[in-house]
């Protein structure tokens, strides 16, 4: 049988690889489901362990990132607490950048507290940094590649030399780039976690977590057992409007790049803007590498520091009529959040840093919006 091109794939990959009569996939909202004849347990046994929307959704997201296999939970945090769960026992070791999502840096602070597990938050891009803070425990690499709110970028391949013959497992979230843009797994990475809240969902109407990986044996039946027995699976319904979502993701991805690139190098121009962060700007000092493993692109994310203090910043923020000030990233609308705001009581962004997650708009618009917010502040 022919091999399709994964646009086309995304459109008609079913689990079964069988089409049925519906032209679009229907919704199984149904909780459990009739044993055959025999009376002995059938492929679906209840919604939690499985269902035929989760099993479309999880065959498309291994398809993106090419892996062995792709589990879906309800949130990314979810997924990436059950990358902790499966990998870390008390006592163990891991590196977590310096800069990354601060919810991940909060579930070691207060959900695994009591685990004793120690962890040590390192800048990704040094390698030699990265090198000398692996310890005989360390057992996980959490890496962000770009990185929040920074979009710092670190080397995947070389990162995995470092984990080769250990008893380490190389994880890498990849929300930002997306696997149209980087593909971790082919990097060295074991494991891939997605918040597909964001530009897989596109659509601000989905909270999802994706985990895709190439792993065999103890690992990946924890990760198995976490999804199923744990139970933070996402609905039926919430697998069909991200399989659904799925569809257009190539072509929405294309237009968040392409403005992503042209508002980042106005706003690198502007002189009301002391600095942009974004790996498509040759100045950022993560581009060589960037244009290296980011074989997509640059994503659809920048980040801004304003001339100014910070409110300086929040009146440009506020100020702005096409973006909306709000959390999250990745949906057809452009976002703008100031990050400080958000990241509780031990904050590490800068007081006038603001995050722009680049929606499809037309891009004369949203540069003009930026221009008549200038003349704001």
Wanted: aromatic share 6%; net charge negative.
């Amino acid at each position: 049988m022919q091999q399709h091109q994964l646009q086309t794939q995304l459109i008609h990959a079913t689990a079964d690889g069988e089409k049925t009569s519906d032209v679009r996939e229907p919704i199984h909202l149904s909780t459990t489901f009739v044993r055959p004849e025999d009376g002995l347990p059938g492929p679906m046994v209840y919604s939690r362990l499985d269902n035929p929307n989760r099993l479309n959704l999880e065959k498309k997201l291994a398809l993106l990132e090419n892996a062995a296999e792709a589990l879906s939970f309800s949130s990314g945090q979810a997924a990436t607490l059950a990358v902790f769960q499966a990998v870390l026992e008390p006592g163990a070791h891991l590196l977590i950048p310096d800069d990354c999502y601060h919810g991940t840096r909060a579930l070691l602070q207060l959900v695994l507290a009591q685990w004793q597990i120690a962890w040590d938050e390192v800048d990704m891009s040094n390698l030699e940094q990265v090198a000398a803070t692996i310890g005989p425990n360390t057992r996980l690499i959490w890496l962000e590649t770009p990185s929040n709110p920074l979009l710092k970028i670190c080397d995947i391949s070389a990162i995995a030399q470092l984990t080769k013959n250990k008893d380490i497992l190389l994880a890498c979230d990849n929300t930002w780039a997306t696997p149209l843009v980087q593909q971790p797994l082919a990097l060295g990475a074991d494991l891939v976690m997605h918040s597909t809240t964001k530009y897989l969902g596109g659509h601000s109407d989905v909270l999802g977590g994706a985990l895709m990986h190439r792993l065999n044996g103890p690992i990946a039946e924890k990760l198995r057992n976490i999804q199923r027995l744990g139970g933070a699976v996402p609905s039926p319904f919430d697998c069909w409007l991200l399989s659904r979502s799925l569809a257009t993701f190539p072509l929405r991805m294309q237009a968040h790049q392409q403005n992503a690139s042209t508002l980042a190098e106005y706003l690198d121009q502007h002189p009301k803007i002391e600095k942009v962060y974004f790996p498509g700007l040759s100045s950022h000092p993560g581009h060589a590498i960037a244009k290296e493993q980011m074989q997509g692109g640059f994503g659809g994310m920048l980040s801004i520091e304003v001339k100014g203090d910070q409110q300086k910043t929040l009146k440009l923020a506020s100020s702005l009529r096409i973006f909306a000030h709000a959390t999250s990233l990745g949906g057809v609308e452009s976002l703008i959040e100031h990050r400080r705001s958000v990241e509780g009581t031990n904050p590490k962004s800068p007081e006038n840093l603001l995050r722009v997650s680049v929606g499809i708009e037309a891009i004369a618009d949203l540069i003009a919006d930026f221009e008549q917010s200038f003349q704001l502040i």
